[in-house]
């Protein structure tokens, strides 16, 4: 019973509008709160700011052409809310608008299916001053604006549609994925608050395209990682459930059963965490069901038993800014709950995160048998320093590595019966990374610039991109 790939896999790639476009405040649009943490991360890192980016915004007709020359069937990319409500709501940016309408054109132009995220951590800086932006209830009623406008536009070029990319990693890295003003970053609360609104603006998404697009297509795109216990102890599997229900089930279970994990609630509720959810909004959740679930895959995490008398206090996740292995700042702590920690099994990329393909085939599956709705990759790939030759190549094998395992994986998913309706790596071109500038790149085009000098920004195709094209070929084998 091995099918492979159907003949209508969709296979591409996927960036985000602030990581790669540029002309942050070009032709009318005005700052997000990505454009503004960039800025700090230049001032305090040196990493690049998402001012110029990749420049996609004036280069996108020649990374169509390169999507297509890969053979490209989709593309996964986001909208910027500021580029087409400056404000945040109010007057539509005509000029703003048109770049999408341009490139929709251009992707259908060449038989490329767009996937279309609606929010990919740009809230409009204008909502941050207003009232401070996801904490404030009032964002959802403003995104309901802003989606409805984008949808309706679309509506006769888009069928599948992403909402709000990765809430779990938002939760977890709340102050770099989403603004949030120095004297409430004590306040853990406020995490699953924002998490809460967001829930609300997924299902409001996810009942407009119902609403509006004619055989669209919806969910949300999730950060997600399978829990592994650090041994076979008993105490060490728990606290793997435990992590696996407040980090992963706790978004899925919103998405498609309309309520929150019982134990991740009562563990939230204990610890004076738990959102505040007002009247009507379950019944709310519960209507705006997802059609299939998109998921962003890169690594497999680990948790081990955290006795509630450790002494330790809770905490999020660390982050490695250096790219030397080993740098990592910290883990998840939850005392009583569960420590998350390094697997000693597996290797990892130089920013610390483990690599492993079986995790892939083992989300797909317990994901599609718990919830049996359609999957697709929005996400998957390595993240690493290409090193440009003096005959301007790329020779990045391990790339080419790290995502033929995780094919063979999701291949073998499908073997066993997971409906799988696209893959889209991670990253079509090289472009900003979320924490690292462009030190840390994962595209099948080199985009030629350093941190400090965005010089040219010329295009530059990487070994996997002729890798990556056989592949599309031979629809997933090589
Ligand atoms: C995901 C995000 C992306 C992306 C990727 C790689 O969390 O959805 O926007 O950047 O991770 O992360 P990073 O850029 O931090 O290496």
Redesign the pocket.
């Known amino acids: 019973n091995k099918k492979g790939f159907s003949d209508d896999f969709l296979w591409g790639a996927a960036t985000?509008a602030y990581?790669v476009e540029g002309a942050a405040f070009t032709n009318g649009k005005k700052a997000s709160q990505q454009d503004i943490i960039n800025q700090n991360n230049y001032k305090e890192r040196g990493f690049a700011t998402a001012e110029i980016a990749s420049d996609h915004y004036h280069h996108y007709k020649e990374d169509v052409a390169l999507m297509k020359e890969m053979g490209f069937s989709t593309y996964r990319f986001s909208i910027s809310w500021s580029r087409i409500f400056p404000d945040g709501v109010g007057e539509v940016n005509e000029e703003g608008i048109q770049f999408y309408r341009n490139l929709i054109a251009e992707l259908h132009a060449n038989n490329i299916e767009p996937i279309v995220t609606l929010y990919?951590y740009d809230l409009p800086w204008a909502l941050v001053e207003k009232y401070n932006g996801w904490l404030d209830r009032q964002v959802v009623k403003d995104f309901e604006y802003y989606a409805r406008y984008v949808i309706t536009e679309f509506k006769d070029q888009v069928k599948y549609w992403t909402t709000i990319?990765?809430q779990s990693?938002i939760v977890q890295y709340w102050t770099t994925k989403n603004y949030v003003p120095k004297e409430l970053q004590s306040n853990n609360q406020l995490r699953f608050q924002i998490n809460h609104h967001m829930n609300l603006a997924h299902a409001v998404a996810c009942k407009l395209v119902h609403e509006i697009v004619p055989n669209g297509q919806v969910g949300a795109a999730l950060?997600y990682s399978p829990v592994y216990p650090l041994s076979s102890k008993p105490e060490d599997v728990m606290a793997a459930q435990n992590a696996h229900d407040l980090r992963n089930s706790y978004y899925l279970d919103i998405y498609f059963k309309g309520e929150y994990t019982k134990a991740a609630s009562i563990y939230l509720e204990e610890h004076g965490l738990a959102p505040i959810i007002e009247k009507g909004d379950m019944e709310l959740i519960k209507e705006g069901y997802s059609d299939f679930l998109a998921l962003?895959y890169y690594a497999s995490e680990c948790a081990k038993a955290c006795p509630i008398n450790s002494g330790k206090k809770i905490r999020f996740n660390g982050v490695n800014y250096s790219g030397k292995k080993g740098e990592i700042s910290g883990y998840e702590t939850h005392p009583g709950f569960y420590e998350m920690c390094k697997n000693p099994n597996l290797d990892t990329t130089d920013w610390d995160w483990a690599i492993d393909p079986i995790g892939l085939e083992y989300i797909l599956r317990d994901i599609y048998t718990r919830y049996g709705k359609p999957l697709m990759i929005t996400?998957n790939g390595l993240?690493a320093f290409d090193k440009l030759t003096v005959d301007k190549k790329i020779h990045d094998d391990y790339r080419i590595s790290y995502l033929r395992e995780h094919i063979k994986a999701m291949s073998r998913a499908i073997d066993y019966g997971v409906e799988m309706i696209a893959y889209c790596p991670?990253s079509a071109i090289d472009l900003l990374?979320?924490?690292?500038g462009v030190k840390?790149r994962y595209g099948f085009v080199y985009v030629d610039r350093t941190d400090d000098d965005p010089k040219q920004c010329e295009r530059i195709r990487k070994d996997s991109f002729y890798w990556y094209k056989k592949v599309i070929e031979n629809n997933g084998r090589e």
């Open positions: 985000s990581q990919h990319n990765e990693v950060g962003n996400e993240g991670w990374s979320t924490s690292n840390k």
